[in-house]
């Protein structure tokens, strides 16, 4: 792979890993023996382990072939092994997690392995890591193919993906060790943070920069997508964790947010990162794989129009549905409820504009598991927001917040939605990148979709069962007018929907397991010599389906 | 119409990505910024106190330890909640919180009206291992936590950051954070008589522990806990359930 770099591209690289290890070099300095001491040597680790190839290849010989007449690649291979890599790790952190509340004796009696400091470890190892890895890669294959483009630049598309794994392994790591900020699904400390955007910002830059060399007057609509994940993400993430270190040497931060304000940003980012990292992004994946895959155009242009700038506009809203009943003013709940309700309307446009989409090729779905993940994914996608629509309705909100039932909801859509149109597109993806006529396995990939769909049905039901019940329970009075259950006469109904749970995560876990094989198996495959319809930005169709 | 309109952003990225923030900017601007103009979005509490540096640190330990992850401390206006936890939770309680932890989820009980609900040698025993006291319980034990003599040297640091956020602590409360956690976990020393001249006489200072030798982070979550729900008596005041706080458990 750096012998696709020219000697100048090698010493960039090269230079910029210097800087972040000098930077890892300070951080352990300054931060002596705390936990951001404990952080500067892992940003030194990680650079050095990424400057080692370089250096060894630094004179090799350059390319000598017309890097502009082929797509770039490299960066979007090592990106799915990585998504796949995070997926085991954070399905496996998801799997122990749900059984310590089985069995709360997992944890071991160490500090590192409560339930408090594991569960970020799985929220940010499956939304960044496995989500974000997936996303950087898919972003950068549909970029080229749908603009007829290479990626605008050589070392750049490296530096957003290893600079982004670096910000996971900051984050996830800090997690072990206790440095968090606690805000739900923004835990990592301001040090990350800023790191972030610097990555992120080259992230955006890079994008632009390729879609300004495209070769079509019109940007395709997955593209759309990707800019509005890219976009707001920064938006929500540089607002939420707007901060004040204690001191430079210290990890420890305080937010400038206080009180119900910072409740407000707080799920105002928490339910945006659900809209932009979790929907809009991969519904830029299936806005092109699923068309792909299907062989057919997008059902409607308008649609896909109508639900793009509804899924903009309207979310933003709707964040303060997660604070019903609470100490944040009326008016701003009665908002996030009504937007919630109207995000009714983008939402199945989408749903229904994907599964219209495959009208015409149902053969083809019950045939081909890959199509058949992306359908189900669809599926999920317009059940889960139907759901979410619905408990977003304040009185039905009495009944579900706190429980399990809001955690079955996300799952629904994480498993359901993001995983199963992950694995679809990384099914369609993996052939093409290494030019293989088709994945391994086709009955691996049939065990995978079955595991799935079966983790996913057992995990939600178990939770919609105990989320049900423990909102009942909670509420329920007896005739004297009394509450009839205590608190723990609730827990002690939770048990056995929490074995389930963790039952079902565990087949989802394996399915993903089979995954990574196949996808081992098929990269090992030996290539095919002649390739179907040859893939290179002078000749391929742009837009899927055309 | 609206369709050749899209037709032609569609060619601009630059335009299309000024679209984008426009867009999504609107709803949060709108239901952010009023809150911290609108009076009344937090009510006024003349008595209520701040964190001392033990229960500040011990709340850091709180949310190191990620206990949001199964405990919520906000008590929603609904009548069982106010039967089965306390008077609803009002935004000014929360007003020095940085981060709020607010919660999501309640795999545990609500905490915000823990204070004062069970002693410090319930606490901790619960702590050192719930199943101890609570066999049915899937909390994790935190016995380490007794273990881990408690971090001072950075406290003055914590409250400084805190006073330039606003919330009015002095100069002084600031030079002396490490000697007023100190003293407060360890009664019966010159140290301890400054934390009650500084955060008032209603503080509560004891070994937390049980062991008045020194400071360890049991002492400092469990000053914590004892103290949530009782920066203030504002809830207890024009709520439908109108009372005073419990008296304390010993």
Known sequence: MIDKLTYSERQSASFILVAVAVVGLLMAAFGNSNQLGVHGVIVMIFAAALLYPVLSAIYAPEPVEDREASYYDDPIKVGIVLAMAWAIFGMFMGVWVAAQLAWPNLAFDAAWSTFGRLRPTHTSGIIFGFGGNALIATSFHVVQRTSRARLAGQVSPWFVLFGYNLFCVLAVSGYFIGVTQSKEYAEAEWYADLWLVVVWVTYFILYLRTLARRKEPHIYVANWYFMAFILVVAMLHIVNNLAIPIAWSSAKSYTIWPGVQDAMVQWWYGHNAVAFFLTAGFLGMLYYYLPVRAQRPIFSYRLSILSFWGIVFFYMWAGSHHLHYTALPHWVQTLGMTFSVMLLVPSWASAGNALLTLNGAWDRVRSDATLRFMMAAAVFYGLSTFEGSFLAIRPVNALSHYTDWTVGHVHAGALGWVALITFGSIYTLVPTLWKRERMYSAALIEWHFWLAIAGTLIYIFAMWNSGIIQGLMWRTYTGENTLAYSFVDSLVAMYPYYIARAFGGLLFLIGAAIGCYNIWMTVKAVPSTVPATPDAPETAAAVPGE | ?250
């Not at chain 2, 002492?219 to 920066?231: N, S, T």
């Open chain 2, 1 to 250: 119409m609206a369709e050749l309109f899209h037709r032609k952003i569609e060619r601009s990225s630059i335009g299309f990505a000024i679209a984008i923030v426009a867009a999504a900017s609107v709803g949060g601007i709108i239901e952010i910024a009023p809150l911290f103009t609108i009076d009344g979005t937090v009510e006024e509490a003349p008595d209520m106190r701040v964190y001392t540096p033990l229960e500040l640190a011990g709340r850091n330990i709180y949310v190191r330890e990620g206990c949001y992850a199964c405990h919520s401390q906000m008590i929603r206006t609904l009548q069982d909640e106010v039967e089965r936890y306390g008077p609803y939770s009002l935004a000014v309680e929360s007003k020095y919180d940085r981060p709020m932890q607010w919660g999501s989820k309640r795999t545990g009980p609500d905490l915000a009206r823990i204070g004062g609900k069970y002693s410090d040698f319930w606490h901790v025993a619960h702590l050192m291992n719930p199943r101890d006291v609570v066999p049915e319980s899937n909390m994790p034990a935190y016995a380490y936590l007794a273990r881990t003599p408690l971090n001072l040297n950075d406290l003055s640091q914590h409250l400084a950051v805190q006073q330039t956020l606003g919330v009015p602590y002095t100069d002084e409360m600031v030079e002396n954070a490490a000697r007023d956690a100190y003293g407060q976990a360890v009664p019966d020393t010159d140290f301890a008589s400054g934390v009650s001249e500084r955060y008032g006489e209603a503080t509560q200072v004891r070994a937390f522990d049980g062991v008045a030798t020194q400071v360890t982070e049991m002492d400092a979550l469990v000053a914590y806990l004892q103290v949530l729900g009782r920066l203030t008596t504002a809830a207890y005041q024009n709520t439908a359930a109108p009372e005073l706080p419990p008296e304390p458990v010993e």
